[in-house]
T-cell receptor, first 117, second 116 residues
Framework: DAGVIQSPRHEVTEMGQEVTLRCKPI?????LFWYRQTMMRGLELLIY????????DSGMPEDRFSAKMPNASFSTLKIQPSEPRDSAVYFC???????????????FGPGTRLTVL | DQQVKQNSPSLSVQEGRISILNCDYT??????FLWYKKYPAEGPTFLIS?????DKNEDGRFTVFLNKSAKHLSLHIVPSQPGDSAVYFC???????????????FGTGTRLTIIP
């Protein structure tokens, strides 16, 4: 299995530009998570989907952030407009959701390092 | 408000000795705890977990201890090996009655360096 795939791996953009991060979860997994990693706050859950439906988006920092999951094999996290404080590593993770709980191990992608100048 | 805290940003341990990583939490509703390990330029990978009904879980060289009264958990690695050098994240799960309990709250991580 290829694991969770994220693209791009690195993104450098200027303030005000739109940024789109992409994620392909592990085939057969029905839960997908977007996290942001910063030095100050560690790994923060932004949003998670179950069966393509957003379940909890309370971690999305503000309206500039949006996430979609149009089908079971693809999700996007969009920032529009981007700001320097959005600079971080963004991770996507997926889990099988069979047990319906934290026992369902989350498998992380390699992350996208975003730099907003 | 950081509900899961890892107060030691870094830790260095001699190879072969015991590594002890600590984690504190503030929300007494957390009922499941996990440790993830992260190498540079990779995503975190699951290491070990413990349910709130237990106080110890062991898997090979890794043991997690949970002290619910103190809201504290620790990860023991013995003996420590150079390949254990990584960032370790503590995470906790909060039961969400409507949607199950997949939501994890992570700490800020501890960078462990094993000195050969």
């Amino acid at each position: 299995d290829a694991g969770v795939i994220q693209s791009p791996r690195h993104e450098v953009t200027e303030m005000g530009q739109e940024v789109t991060l992409r994620c392909k979860p592990i085939s057969g997994h029905n839960s997908l998570f977007w996290y942001r990693q910063t030095m100050m706050r560690g790994l923060e859950l932004l949003i998670y989907f179950n069966n393509n439906v957003p379940i909890d988006d309370s971690g999305m920092p503000e309206d500039r952030f949006s996430a979609k999951m149009p089908n079971a094999s693809f999700s996007t996290l969009k920032i529009q407009p981007s700001e320097p404080r959005d600079s971080a590593v963004y991770f996507c993770a997926s889990s099988s959701g069979k047990a319906g709980g934290p026992e369902d191990t989350q498998y992380f992608g390699p992350g996208t390092r975003l730099t907003v100048l | 408000d950081q509900q899961v805290k890892q107060n030691s940003p870094s830790l260095s341990v001699q190879e072969g000795r015991i590594s002890i990583l600590n984690c504190d939490y503030t929300n007494s509703m957390f009922d499941y705890f996990l440790w993830y390990k992260k190498y540079p330029a990779e995503g975190p990978t699951f290491l070990i977990s413990i349910s709130s009904i237990k106080d110890k879980n062991e898997d090979g060289r890794f043991t997690v201890f949970l002290n619910k009264s103190a809201k504290h958990l620790s990860l023991h690695i013995v003996p420590s090996q150079p390949g254990d050098s990584a960032v370790y994240f503590c995470a906790a799960s909060l039961l969400i009655s409507n949607f199950g309990n997949e939501k994890l709250t992570f700490g800020t991580g501890t960078r462990l360096t094993i000195i050969p």
